[in-house]
């Protein structure tokens, strides 16, 4: 199947490592140009190079913190600056901290919700202008299996990104006519990093060793193991094609089948 994504431009964001940089690898194999941003500037042209070399498509690293509005104008402004457009966002950034109602004040939620939240609202304002002009777009939100499902230890996430849910519900009825479709994605246990770090968690909260948690965590999906990052990248450059211009509003999970719920 031809995705139509030649020459399309892309913004990954937090896209260095784990699921952003699976998702800009899958859009350069489709012959996207794609930029991608991460907090690390070492490590981010490292991925760029690599993924350039990879797929022989351009890859434009731009530092850049996911809690700082000033470094999401400048993104999308650097984006839209060197490649002259700017057709697909994929929103993404560091997951919040692990952890139980108790543990967190104010000020943790208020940061958590910056940049889980935040984050997606500033960069979608930022990028709407340019989609309206081609009349074309695609927005993609990474979340979690945690807003179907919340995950007991993950009460910032679970929360937060019901919110970027109910965002981008609203948005995909009010920008549809201009051609942008909005949907999210839903990852389930995908090994990254992230991941590695909340097994580490979850280790020393209950003296297990990381390796029989990762294990342990692939059990509940029907597939029987955890994801890997490829899986939700593919996922990503489909909902960013051409052929899914009928597909809007919706969240899906790659998951191997974990939520229980039939819908
Ligand atoms: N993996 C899973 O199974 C899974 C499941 C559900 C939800 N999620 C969510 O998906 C997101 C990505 O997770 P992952 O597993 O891919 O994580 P990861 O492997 O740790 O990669 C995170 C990437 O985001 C960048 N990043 C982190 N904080 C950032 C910030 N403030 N601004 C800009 N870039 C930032 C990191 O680079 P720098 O550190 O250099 O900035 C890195 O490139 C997280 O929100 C996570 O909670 C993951």
């Not at 031809?2 to 952003?20: E, I």
């Not at 996911?66 to 984006?79: A, F, G, H, L, Y």
């Not at 580490?200 to 948690?213: F, I």
Request: net charge neutral; charged share 20%; with cysteine.
């Amino acid at each position: 199947m031809n995705l139509g994504l030649k020459n399309k431009v892309a913004l990954v964001t937090a896209s260095s490592k784990g699921l952003g940089r699976a998702s800009a690898e899958s859009l350069a194999q489709e012959g996207a140009r794609v930029a991608i941003c991460a907090r690390d500037g070492k490590t981010l042209k490292t991925t760029a190079d690599q993924i350039a070399n990879a797929t022989g498509s351009e890859v434009l690293a731009i530092p850049a913190d996911m809690n700082s509005s000033r470094d999401i104008e400048q993104v999308v402004k650097e984006t839209v600056h060197h490649f002259g457009a700017l057709q697909i966002l994929v929103t993404n950034a560091g997951g919040p901290p692990a952890g139980y109602f108790e543990e967190f004040n104010d000020k943790q939620w208020q940061e958590a919700f910056n940049l889980t939240m935040m984050s997606a609202v500033r960069l979608i304002r930022a990028v709407l202008p340019p989609m309206r002009q081609e009349k074309w777009g695609r927005i993609i939100n990474i979340t979690s299996l945690s807003v179907k499902e919340p995950i007991d230890n993950l009460i910032l996430s679970n929360a937060i990104r019901a919110a970027v849910h109910g965002l981008a519900k609203t948005l995909a009825n009010q920008v549809a006519r201009d051609g942008i479709t909005v949907n999210n994605v839903m990852p389930g246990y995908i090994q990254t990093d992230r991941v590695e770090q909340l097994a580490q968690h979850s280790a020393e909260r209950t003296g297990r060793s990381v390796a029989d948690v990762l294990a342990e965590m692939g059990q509940p999906a029907p597939v029987g193991r955890i994801g890997q990052p490829k899986e939700l990248g593919a996922l990503v450059a489909f909902l960013a094609s051409e052929q899914a211009a009928y597909i809007n509003g919706v969240s899906i999970p790659v998951d191997g089948g974990r939520i229980k719920s039939a819908f």
